[in-house]
Nanobody
Framework: QVQFVESGGGLVQAGGSLRLSCAVFVSTSSIKAIGWHRQAPGKQRELVAV???????NYADSVKGRFTISRANAKNTVYLEMNSLKPEDTAVYYC????????????WGQGTQVTVSP
């Protein structure tokens, strides 16, 4: 079973910063990638950022230059540094992990609320 511990959400004023963390716990499977999607009410879930096991990163166009995803010393812990936050960043942020053994599968954390006030 894949388990997640997410933290770092909260309320921040526009222009401020937050740092999300996601720790992924898996017994024997290999983790291919860890990242975040976000979903606002009435909107579809969208990719925010992801980092692969090889260190490759990918960001949504809307957050490029503002958000940075990185891997902690513990390889299964990932951080999302969010700077210059905008009200449109308000959403529930869901950490996710892709595992590849024995078969490729995607797993989702419980989510954490990020609210950016004007």
């Amino acid at each position: 079973q894949v388990q997640f511990v997410e933290s770092g959400g909260g309320l921040v004023q526009a222009g401020g910063s937050l740092r999300l963390s996601c720790a992924v716990f898996v017994s024997t499977s290999s983790i291919k990638a860890i990242g975040w999607h976000r979903q606002a009410p009435g909107k579809q879930r969208e990719l925010v950022a992801v980092i692969s096991s090889g260190g490759t990163t990918n960001y949504a166009d809307s957050v490029k230059g503002r958000f940075t995803i990185s891997r902690a010393n513990a390889k299964n812990t990932v951080y999302l540094e969010m700077n210059s936050l905008k009200p449109e960043d308000t959403a529930v942020y869901y950490c996710y992990a892709v595992v590849t053994e024995p078969l490729r599968s995607t797993h989702w954390g419980q989510g954490t609320q990020v609210t950016v006030s004007p």
